[in-house]
């Protein structure tokens, strides 16, 4: 028999956000947000579940909260509308594109049943009998009554901090200009809300059918077939060690664990609790009279009795509770596989699967937002508030942030694309205070490459980059994006050029100061002093030089004109004021910077004539693995690091700068530069900047006194990446970094259950200690290519590059030729 939506439908109308059902009903609707999966502590899952019990007790008696979550089978749609995309994003998203995931959405819908109403039935449901609005649905003093205790139960989940509400208003509820309500999306199971389209309802024997998808409904209905113990968490076994164990939600291998579509309806019905009691008390006498007859009947009673004991000595608030789960696909022959799946999840939860049959319609029917006072009450058990809140999904999935700024990278489940912000958006919620940040992770974890990755992301949005390497782990992005690259070779040796001013850069007292240092380094040894005079000297010598440089426009302003401005001009203006050579000895100065002249043996040093505006660029590379050792070269190059970066910090107002500096520990042992880091740490963070500092082991940070409690104290970002092998000693690390026990477990599941049919490598992210996560650092085969550390990749990528004219038509060219050998 046949009968059109509109004659059935439970719904009497929408008025003031609320839904009117045709018994009297009133419903209020909210969507919630939910903390994102793999998050939460063992204290924070205690505490969120006694903000739901808190909640809960705070609606009036004859009221229903029924909790909605969606869980669609979605693909990541691509954006290729950027015009500034560059070839690795334009890669990215093609390699992305159609990524499955699974996408939630939660709704809790309140109910209001009025006085003297019937409960529903399986006999007498909605679906086959109409009725008259009651008069008490239209009384207003009552209605508010109902809406400020709905108030307060939304302000007792937000106050928890782990919960947001928001209310539905009459749009979002109901259909408007071919957008689906959450009414009708229900009732056509609608994967879209904006794909309107309206599909037949079949409910034949044992089968629902909408449109074209194939239904299935397994309840949670009856006590004897849930848990023997329930709590707010369990142990979730893929990400727990031997020193660890990774808490997931009670329930949430019903939720984002289940990867098919379903929705898992939570039904919490407050009743009378006096009422409640007095049934029990007639139940225990009943079950107590038959109890001889029977041991079922005696263990009834001791159960019955156990309860109102917890009801009344524990002040526990007695509910009736169910729970389900519709599931559905468009292929009947996949029915059977989604009952394994779900019967697999309940067993999780060490809870038996019943797939309801007769029963289905009127309890699928019941699910309709605002019809939710008509659900058969026989398939209800009865529960305390504490025990009801375990069932409840605690979890959404990854969220992406919609800050211009970040990286991307992927969520854990699935790998679908986030952006993640580590920079600007946390400083803006208070959870930290810099943008430092800290990355730690032993060799071949992953380490190089994730810090490729970030870097050309920040690159990408205009940030100026500093980075300081050991080992050219930034070859192929350098090559890629034209940065200047600075390494020492024997047939091209590093060169630079401290006394050039370039366009937008200006002889202030930074600049003679960074001169002044460098030139000191190079005349004095780390244990000799320097005289007051000595300096003075120094500053007349910079200001005469330059000042030489302004009148006479043929001299290019290097090293060697400088040396010879000394030797020729200063030497007669220090004759003139009768400076003594205990003063400052002029000979002995240039007799050591000899060698830095034209002629002298590192006279390439100091005279470079191309990649001189330094300012200006915005990505530079220092490769200090062939000079890391040496006693002239690696002080003068440290010197110049310094100037380059505190030139851009103070006069790139408004732009983002960044000084990575990975393994060049080196460095960190000289005094010098070690006091520089500490200075940088400290201050970067005025001038829009952010530094961070890469190494592979952490006991090159506490090697060095000096840095180690500036870094660390003054990194508000800490990213570790695989740190499996240090499990048994991590607790040192964990009070060095500063971790907490929840960080731990997250950290020691990096790369526990990867998915192998995928090759990607986990990094662990923590935002001021407040928030932290574990995420995929997945990338396009060309992202692979511009990023690998691997020698014989390299190769290959250079064999390309030369061959097809440049670095990305040669990873393209390489990529196709892999694809086509597959």
């Known amino acids: 028999m046949e009968k059109w939506l509109d004659d059935v439908m439970p719904v009497l109308g929408i008025e003031h956000d609320c839904i009117i059902s045709k018994q009297g009903d009133i419903t209020l609707a909210y969507k919630v947000t939910l903390p994102e999966i793999f998050t939460l502590s063992d204290n924070e899952y205690e505490s969120f579940h006694q903000a739901w019990v808190k909640a809960i007790k705070v609606l009036p008696k004859h009221s229903i909260l029924h909790k909605q979550d969606w869980f669609i089978d979605s693909k990541y749609k691509p954006d290729f509308g950027g015009k500034d995309d560059s070839f690795l994003s334009r890669s990215s998203e093609r390699f992305f594109n159609e990524r499955p995931f699974l996408n939630h959405s939660c709704y809790i819908f309140l109910t209001k049943k009025p006085k003297g109403r019937k409960d529903g039935s399986s006999l007498f449901s909605n679906l086959l009998r109409k009725s008259i609005v009651p008069e008490q649905t239209l009384n207003h003093t009552l209605v508010q009554d109902f809406m400020d205790s709905c108030g307060q139960f939304k302000q007792i989940l937000e106050d928890s901090g782990f919960v947001k509400m928001t209310r539905l208003r009459d749009d979002d509820i109901y259909s408007h200009k071919r957008k689906m309500g959450i009414l009708e999306r229900y009732c056509f199971l609608a994967e879209e809300e904006d794909n309107f389209i309206v ?160 029963g289905a319609p009127q309890i699928y029917w019941a699910g309709i937002p605002g019809n939710e006072a008509d659900f058969p009450m026989n398939d209800c058990f009865d529960s305390f508030t504490e025990q009801a809140a375990c069932f409840f999904n605690l979890e959404t999935g990854y969220r992406t942030s919609l800050s211009p700024v970040g990286i991307r990278l992927g969520d854990r489940q699935t790998g679908k694309p986030i952006h993640v912000d580590i920079s600007d958006e946390p400083m803006k919620l208070g959870i930290c205070t810099n943008r430092n940040k800290f990355i730690l992770g032993p060799s071949g ?70 001169i002044k240092t460098l030139l000191l380094a190079l005349w004095k040894k780390d244990d000799e002093e320097f005289k007051r005079s000595e300096y003075v000297a120094l500053s007349n010598a910079i200001q005469l030089y330059f000042e030489k440089l302004d009148k006479d426009l043929t001299l290019f302003p290097c090293f060697d004109t400088f040396y010879e401005f000394l030797k020729e001009d200063f030497v007669k203006v220090l004759q003139g004021d009768k400076v003594k050579d205990r003063d400052f000895d002029i000979n002995n100065f240039l007799y050591v910077l000899r060698p830095y002249y034209k002629g002298g043996e590192f006279d390439y040093l100091l005279n470079a004539h191309e990649n001189l505006n330094l300012l200006t660029e915005r990505l530079i590379v220092f490769e200090l693995d062939n000079i890391k050792d040496h006693p002239i070269l690696f002080p003068v190059v440290t010197i110049i690091i310094m100037e380059v970066f505190i030139n851009k910090m103070r006069k790139l107002k408004g732009i983002r700068k960044m000084i990575l500096i990975e393994e060049a520990w080196k460095a960190l042992m000289k005094e010098g530069f070690a006091e520089y880091i500490k200075y940088l740490f400290k201050t970067v963070r005025k001038f829009f900047g952010e530094a961070i500092v890469v190494t592979q082991e952490i006991e090159d940070i506490i090697s060095s006194q000096v840095v180690k ?22 607790d040192a690390i964990q009070e060095l970094l500063g971790l907490t026990d929840k960080e731990k477990a997250l950290v020691l599941s990096v790369n526990k259950a990867n998915d192998p049919l995928r090759k990607y490598k986990e990094v662990f992210i923590s935002l001021g200690g407040m928030l932290s996560k574990v995420y995929r650092t997945e990338v396009s085969p060309e992202e692979y290519y511009a990023y690998t550390t691997e020698q014989t990749e390299k190769v290959k990528v250079a064999e390309y590059a030369a061959r097809f004219g440049s670095i990305e038509k040669g990873i393209a060219a390489l990529v196709a030729d892999q694809k086509s050998n597959n």
């Open 199 to 358: 599909k037949d309802l079949q409910f034949a024997g044992d089968k629902i059918q909408i449109g074209g998808q194939h239904c299935q409904l397994f309840t949670l209905g009856d006590a004897a077939d849930l848990p023997s113990l329930c709590g707010s968490r369990i142990n979730y076994d893929k990400y727990s060690t031997d020193k660890t164990k990774f808490s997931i939600g009670f329930a949430s291998t019903l939720g984002q664990l289940l990867p098919c579509n379903h929705i898992y309806n939570q039904y919490v019905f407050i009743e009378d609790a006096q009422k409640t009691i007095q049934k029990m008390e007639s139940k225990r006498l009943r079950l107590q009279s038959l109890s001889a007859y029977s041991r079922e009947n005696s263990i009834s009673r001791d159960a019955t009795n156990d309860f109102l004991n917890e009801a009344i000595g524990d002040q526990r608030q007695p509910i009736k509770a169910h729970y389900n789960l519709l599931v559905w696909t468009e292929d009947p022959d996949k029915l059977k596989d989604l009952k394994n799946m779900v019967s697999s999840a309940l067993a999780q939860m060490d809870a038996v699967a019943k797939l309801e049959t007769f």
């Open 445 to 514: 974890s992953g380490k190089s490459f994730y810090t490729n990755h970030m870097v050309r992301s920040y690159y990408e949005q205009g940030t100026h980059i500093v980075l300081v390497d050991v080992g050219h782990s930034y070859k192929g992005l350098c090559d890629m994006v034209n940065g200047y690259y600075f390494t020492y070779e024997e047939n091209n040796p590093i060169k630079f050029n401290p006394f050039f001013i370039g366009e937008g850069d200006s002889l202030d007292t930074e600049k003679k100061e960074s």
């Open 709 to 730: 409690q500036a870094i660390v104290n003054n990194s508000d970002c800490k990213i570790l990446l695989d740190q499996s092998k240090y499990q048994n000693k991590f």
